[in-house]
């Protein structure tokens, strides 16, 4: 038997290497540049550190700052390393938690000594600067196998509570590592991580806040501080992100929302979205497109109840699942000794509903449906609640009272494919009338679902061939399959939109569901004249009103283009013996469908045009006595560093043209 283990690389060419060999021997024996930008290793496809030997033969794949994901996710890991060693450093005593990669960075919690106060902003600076000096020092990351017993005794023997609880309830025989910073940190981790602090760029990280945060989340338990950082590979890549940052707050919906007087929240409806007349005009505008377009396609439309029984709640099984998030009243009835209300005891209970899926089943099983009347297609913009944490809720973004662009399709079997690839051509020319590109996503079954496993199986492949057949199942799309992350009755496809400064947003979906109508024994009659189960398909394209224009106000930066913007032209004149002459322009703008203000005021035009640049306006048309004799307006478009004078009639016919809908163009 020989004793050297045979490593088989992804060029498909193997080496042979001697027992105890490491990934990094292997780096080294192909090339010193490898093993210098070598950051870790896929063994038998599970990553791991460099300097761990191999068990025998092996696959072996070097992961370099080229694998872009797997180095980011080890770098953020060791950031939070760097974090905790660091706190620890400079405020000895401090109790150190978990610290976990994130999207973007890492984090970590921890307890302040009682000594002083709880770590807030103003630390950040002189820990940032540790860090830094712990990257620089290249501290040796090293692995090691410890007993249960020993790590207990440790964290007990430094005062680590946290650590120590949480090592007496790990399994007695599963193999516990820690990793040390050098000769005398350490921290219980599974890793893997980077061979030495070195291999992370001492500028390529910036400490950003920091929050309260409970043990293990409980509030029952102590208070920590979580330090949040963002962390990359390189200075550049993080000059990146905080520009896109930067420039995400200049967008905030919430702000220019309060800029554009478009609407307000207030405590006294937590959740729920006060409309001013501006913002309810993209709202109708919203509305109105959609219309069309569901009209166009072949949709009718319903509107169902806000409350319904508890017990319909129960039988589709959204009471099992939802009933946490669902806002409850009792069902009363009044008490004949005029004593107060008391509870009917036919229906106990009722709930504003969370989505509208139910009502429409209810809406399918009045009368008898034939196949011939399938697919029928109810659309509804349905008015849900669901009670959001206050912690959670975010502007327009996430709230507690929605509305949905909400449709359901009853087909037969044989018509899915063709419905659901239908939709997908009706979302993607909605989404370009935006502006939008987008990935599409298949967002398999989970873990714990409704259904067999052959539905599931059926259902994940209908949408998959409805994406090939429709011509995007490419990575021009963004194609790509997510296991688990289906509904609980159904697998789902899924648009992820695209905004200006480069983030994601999943908007529309569409979900091939067996289960509701059996469930709800929603049937049709067959040609056969037996009853058969239809197939529901749930879809939504802006996914609710609320978000999609928080995600447009962000996305044009409240620069809305002209056929949504809440005011479209202004008429300002610059001496008030333009008054009459901007009336008959603001009138002729008006009987061309255009929504138009003038602004008449004894202000300097200077004034004028700087007010309602601020607050978006499109266009600023600029009228005094010559544009009066002449016939002409100076037309200011917003952005344009110039002004255009043109005659009356073509400003008109170029604010008609911008200002209609796409789909009326």
């Known amino acids: 038997m020989s004793d050297l ?86 405020f000895p005593g401090t109790q150190i938690t978990f610290g976990p990669a994130t999207d973007d960075g890492f984090y970590y919690d921890v307890l302040a000594p009682a000594s002083r106060e709880p770590f807030g902003m103003d630390d950040l600076p002189a820990i940032e600067a540790e860090m830094r000096r712990i990257i620089q020092a290249d501290k040796k990351l090293t692995r090691e196998v410890w007993s249960r017993q020993q790590l207990i005794e440790k964290w007990q023997a430094d005062g680590e509570s946290f650590k120590a609880e949480w090592a007496q309830e790990l399994p007695e025989g599963e193999e516990l590592t820690v990793y040390k910073s050098g000769e005398d940190w350490l921290d219980m981790c599974r890793g893997p991580h980077l061979p030495s602090t070195g291999k992370l760029d001492p500028q390529a990280f910036k400490l950003m806040r920091v929050a309260g945060a409970y043990w293990r989340g409980d509030q029952k338990n102590a208070q920590l501080t979580r330090i949040y950082g963002t962390g990359w590979l390189s200075k550049k890549q993080l000059d990146a992100h905080l520009h896109k940052l930067e420039e995400a707050a200049k967008r905030d919906h919430r702000r220019l929302g309060r800029e554009m007087d478009l609407f307000h929240l207030q405590e006294e409806a937590h959740g729920s979205v006060f409309w001013h007349p501006a913002g309810y005009k993209i709202w109708r505008e919203l509305e109105a497109y959609m219309r069309r377009a569901i009209d166009g396609a072949g949709y009718q439309e319903v509107k169902t109840p806000q409350v319904m029984d508890a017990r319909q709640w129960e039988q589709s099984g959204h009471w099992g699942k939802y009933r946490a998030n669902m806002f409850v009243i009792p069902d009363e009835v009044p008490n004949t000794e005029d004593e107060g209300p008391v509870i009917s005891g036919d229906a106990q209970w009722m709930a504003l509903k969370p989505m509208n899926c139910p009502a429409h089943v209810l809406i399918f099983k009045q009368g008898i449906t034939s196949y011939r009347d399938l697919p029928l297609r109810l659309y509804e913009n349905g008015c849900c609640h669901r009670n959001e944490p206050h912690g959670a809720l975010h502007g327009l973004m996430r709230v507690r009272q929605f509305t949905q662009d909400d449709a359901h399709i009853f087909c037969r079997e044989d018509q899915i494919v063709s419905e659901v690839r239908a939709f997908c051509e009706l979302a993607d020319r909605i989404y370009s009338h935006f502006g939008f590109t987008y990935q599409i996503k ?176 499109p266009y600023l048309l600029v009228v005094g006595k010559r544009e009066a004799e002449e016939g002409t307006i100076a037309l200011r478009t917003l952005g344009a560093e110039h002004q255009k004078v043109l005659p009356r009639a073509d400003v008109v016919a170029l604010i008609k043209a911008e200002g209609t809908a796409p789909d009326l163009r």
């Open 442 to 617: 298949l967002a398999l079954r989970p873990d714990q679902r409704f259904g067999s496993d052959a539905d599931w199986d059926k259902a994940e492949a209908e949408l998959r061939q409805a994406v090939v057949d429709a011509g995007m199942a490419t990575a021009e799309y963004g194609w790509e399959e997510l296991p688990g992350e289906g509904a609980f009755y159904a697998p789902k496809l899924e648009w992820h939109l695209t905004d200006a400064i480069g983030r994601t947003w999943q908007v529309g979906t569409i979900q091939s569901d067996r289960v509701l109508p059996e469930r709800l024994d929603a049937v049709y009659v067959g040609e056969d004249g037996e009853k058969h189960r239809p197939v529901m398909l749930h879809r939504a394209i802006f996914g609710s009103y609320e978000r999609f224009i928080g995600i447009l106000i962000e996305h044009f930066a409240g620069r809305l283009p002209a056929w949504l913007a809440p005011t479209q032209a202004v008429v300002a004149t610059i001496v008030s013996d333009a008054d009459g002459y901007s009336a008959e322009v603001a009138a002729q703008l008006a009987a061309a469908g255009i929504r138009v203000e003038t602004d008449l005021r004894n202000e300097k035009i200077n004034y004028k045009v700087r007010e309602h640049s601020l607050a978006k306006v």
């Open 5 to 90: 283990l045979k490593i088989s690389l992804p060029d498909g060419s193997v080496r042979e290497m001697p027992q105890g060999s490491t990934p990094a021997d292997v780096a080294l024996a192909i090339g010193p540049g490898l093993a210098k930008a070598a950051l870790a290793a896929r063994v038998n496809g599970e990553l791991r550190d460099l300097t761990r030997p191999f068990d025998g033969d092996s696959e072996l794949a070097l992961v370099t700052s080229r694998d872009e994901a797997e180095a980011l996710e080890l770098a953020r890991h060791d950031y939070a390393h760097v974090l905790a060693e660091a706190v620890q450093s400079l």
